[in-house]
């Protein structure tokens, strides 16, 4: 043949699986251009063993070179054992690579809208049905339900948390406990069926009614048909719960992006806040009692969903917070941050007035649950009451008493910049994040605010103005 007259044309060659030389037999190493192949006959070999003749047969051993397995020679291998351990293991080194990343490709598959999404999401939506029962069963317990079941589970919780290092034990018993109430409702299920078997079979024998037989089937496993009850609940959960984790991601993004803001603003009370609270937890660690502080998360998740502790929450943690916003905090912060003048005995009162604009409405006193109140201090971090409840601190008639210099609250104008602020009604425009402040609105502002300003006095009783006089020339004696 014309073939057979022809000589060897060796080039570079890069081989995408597992070779061997034809010539000596061992394993083409490397990642690229591993060896030479002739482009007339498909001889392959490294590039010290060049074959120099003419082309005979295609290929010079019989057996496939490209599927990880060395060729047959009798003069270069006379069984399997002269294959080396080194070359078995680059061949399946080659070959675990090349499998490993077909796994990649197959587990991340483009986008298909049409055909891998809605077959995906069926199948998911039919399998998720064990974990759709023990979130329902979480639900009937802490929502109390079935309140027998309920104080079970309470007395089960608060029994673990007393346990002596109930950390450890719950994390390494938790799988066992597990599989043994796999075991126990496979085993349930199965008596249920033996006797409903029973049931029918008697019924058989002398048939006065008839018995309907449950399905054999743990409810831990079962999966879901489509279009069927289960499938639908298992829908409608999964549902519910993107909404849930929606509304949650929002809220904390929301909150983080508050948290953020009031750090640029005021670095250095976060970075107090943010030592005071990590001092305050590992006093809590070393000191308090893990047990305790265990059943009391208990008793308050257990105790969440009741009607009782609702309503009392509901009622009484608004009414602490306007107490003390009312007596301690406006009157600490209030007088803390005002103006005095010299003598101490005139405080200047500020309080700004917060508004949202809303599509329909305008601007009205209805903010976001995470930000400023309609009426706070400067920084809108500390609620402020309105300015026509605002009432004096309490009077002490042996300290003194406190009275109002100004009969009304008049707007303040010289806590921002002339061209920040409107100097007729003394509003000032900001974005949605209560930043970029401007004189007038613009398409881009959502917020505004502006600040009133009332002056009160405080009138010593005379006891306290007479030790206050002696105080001076008690001090001028001593240094005398």
């Known amino acids: 043949m014309a073939t ?39 001889l392959d070999c490294h590039a010290q063993c060049v074959v120099h003749g003419v082309c005979t047969t295609k290929r010079a051993f019989a057996g496939d070179k490209m599927l990880g397995t060395r060729p047959t020679d009798p003069t270069h291998q006379t069984d399997a054992t002269a294959v080396s351990l080194l070359d078995t293991l680059a061949a399946q080194t080659h070959i675990t690579a090349l499998s490993l990343e077909e796994s990649r490709k197959d587990a991340n598959p483009p986008l298909d809208l049409l055909r891998k ?9 039919a399998r998720i049905t064990p ?118 991601f929002d809220a904390a993004a929301i909150g983080l992006r508050t948290f953020s803001q009031y750090c640029d603003q005021y670095p250095v009370p976060a970075i107090q806040l943010l030592l005071a609270s990590s001092v305050g937890m590992l006093i809590v660690i070393q000191y308090a009692s893990m047990k305790l502080l265990a059943a009391s998360t208990v008793l308050v998740v257990f105790a969440s969903n009741t009607a009782v502790f609702q309503a009392t929450t509901a009622a009484v943690l608004p009414w602490i917070i306007k107490s003390v916003a009312d007596k301690t905090d406006i009157i600490r912060e209030g007088i803390r941050a005002a103006n005095t003048v010299p003598g101490g005995s005139v405080v200047v009162v500020t309080l700004w ?11 009205i006193p209805h903010l976001f649950q995470n930000e400023r109140s309609p009426w706070s201090d400067e920084t809108g971090a500390i609620l402020r009451p309105h300015k026509d409840v605002f009432t004096l601190p309490d009077s002490d008639e042996i300290s003194g008493t406190w009275s109002w210099i100004d009969p009304e609250w008049t707007l303040y104008f010289n806590w921002a910049a002339p061209d920040q602020m409107d100097q007729k009604e003394g509003w000032q425009y900001m974005d949605h994040f209560w930043k970029q402040p401007r004189q007038k609105p613009n398409t881009g502002s959502m917020t505004r605010r502006r600040g009133w300003k009332r002056r009160m006095q405080f009138v010593p009783s005379l006891a306290t103005s007479a030790v206050s006089s002696l105080i001076p020339q008690v001090a001028a004696s001593e240094k005398k």
């Open 4 to 42: 057979d007259s022809q000589q060897h044309s060796f080039a570079v060659h890069t081989y995408s699986q597992p070779t061997y030389c034809d010539a000596c037999g061992s394993f083409l190493w490397g990642v690229v251009q591993q060896g030479m192949r002739c482009t007339r006959c498909g």
């Open 117 to 125: 999404t809605p077959l995906n999401t069926a199948a998911f939506v």
């Open 131 to 248: 974990l759709v029962d023990v979130f329902e069963f979480v639900v009937q317990i802490l929502e109390w339900r079935d309140a027998p079941r309920t104080i079970l589970a309470l007395i089960a919780c608060l029994s673990i948390s007393s346990m002596q290092g109930f950390y450890p034990v719950t994390l390494c018993l938790l799988p066992h406990c597990l599989m043994l109430s796999l075991i126990a409702s496979s085993r349930m299920e199965r008596i249920k069926y033996e006797v409903a078997l029973k049931n029918r079979n008697r019924a058989a024998e002398n048939p006065v009614g008839t018995t309907s037989i449950p399905p054999n089937k743990n409810s831990g496993l079962r999966q879901a048909t489509y279009q069927s009850a289960t499938y639908i609940r298992n829908l409608q959960f999964l549902q519910n719960q993107m909404g849930s984790f929606v509304k949650a």
């Open 353 to 363: 007035e917060n508004q949202r604009w809303w599509a329909g409405l305008g601007w």
